[in-house]
């Protein structure tokens, strides 16, 4: 069974994902089309993983009045 990783969310970047701001629901969503199954703990890794995406400059996130966060790939990323 393929784990949900860095690199799974980097090829969703490539792909064109994240060309528009994205939410942990619609990024879940995604993944679910894909085969896998995120519930529970397993989204706050996804969280984690894209936090490290921003830090890696691929990804930027920004909070909404909700204190929800957005993701979508950096230009340059």
Known sequence: MTKISK???KK????GF????KSIEQVTRRLSQK????IGKKIGL?????????????????EDKKGNW????????
Request: aromatic fraction near 12%; charged fraction near 30%; proline fraction near 0%.
């Open 7 to 9: 690199e799974t969310l």
């Open 12 to 15: 969703l970047a490539n792909e």
């Open 18 to 21: 994240f060309n528009d701001w």
């Open 35 to 38: 085969g896998f199954s995120i």
């Open 46 to 62: 996804l969280a984690q993983l894209l936090t490290y995406l921003c830090q890696e400059d691929i990804l930027e996130r920004d």
């Open 70 to 77: 957005k993701y979508r790939k950096l230009k340059n990323g």
